[in-house]
């Protein structure tokens, strides 16, 4: 067990929808990174934040938004849903941001999304 | 941009055997970090072994090894006396030691262990 969360496990909604998924870290970590594993483009990260504020973006699309509170636990909306959008969807949590080995990175066990 | 190559989707050993892993990237950056990430059916990854760009010496952990070649940026995960737990996806990634933490991986490995 990592001690970073996710919810839901699993998640079925149609095309169109908009969906939100949860993360929280691990206590004491700072950031937070999202990343989509799809069977087409494989594992890609999306975004970071960092005690609340965005870092970095990915590959994440202008449907997809996000946001760390200040409890520091971190949400992925997914809006206008597309088939394409199926994917098991990844949180991991570090200390702090950066490529430091200080910082390493922990993941959750990822929420399963399944567009029909 | 940085980009990290895995060319043998699927990969098969005999249990008790050795195998390896292949994985190449390409990247203008001196210093980075290198990991493998091993999936097992239940999707959770797993970090199972990593290795510092300025370090020559290969990382070991237990059963797993690498070889880091800098110059030719190759970075294989070399696993002794296979498990059937061992069988899995087993994925190549690369870290800046920059600003930016995010992992960029490489496609997979599909390890399948004989009994």
């Known amino acids: 067990d990592s001690g970073v969360t996710q919810t839901p496990k699993h998640l079925i909604t149609a095309t169109g929808q908009r969906v939100t998924l949860r993360c929280s870290p691990r206590s004491g970590d700072l950031s937070v990174y999202w990343y989509q594993q799809s069977l087409d483009q494989g594992l890609q990260f999306l975004i970071q934040?960092?005690?609340?504020?965005?870092?970095a973006k990915g590959n994440i699309l202008e449907r997809f938004s996000a946001q760390q509170f200040p409890d520091l636990h971190s949400e992925l909306n997914l809006s206008s849903l597309e088939l394409g959008d199926s994917a098991l969807y990844f949180c991991a949590s570090s200390v702090g941001f950066g490529g430091g080995l200080l910082y390493e990175q922990y993941f959750g066990p990822g929420t399963r999304l399944t567009v029909t | 941009a940085q980009t990290v190559t895995q060319s043998q989707p699927e990969m098969s050993v005999q249990e008790a055997e050795t195998v390896t892993l292949s994985c190449t990237y390409d990247t203008s950056e001196s210093d980075y970090y290198l990991f493998w990430y091993k999936q097992p059916p239940s999707r959770q990854m797993i970090l199972v072994i990593r290795q510092e760009a300025y370090k020559q010496q290969n990382a070991t952990e237990n059963r797993f090894s690498v070889n880091f070649q800098k110059a030719a940026k190759s970075f294989s995960l070399k696993i002794s006396d296979s498990q059937l737990g061992d069988a899995a996806m087993y994925f190549c990634a690369y870290r800046s030691r920059g600003s930016q933490g995010n992992l960029i991986f490489g496609k997979g490995t599909k390890l399948s262990v004989k009994p």
């Open positions: 934040y960092y005690n609340g504020e965005e870092r």
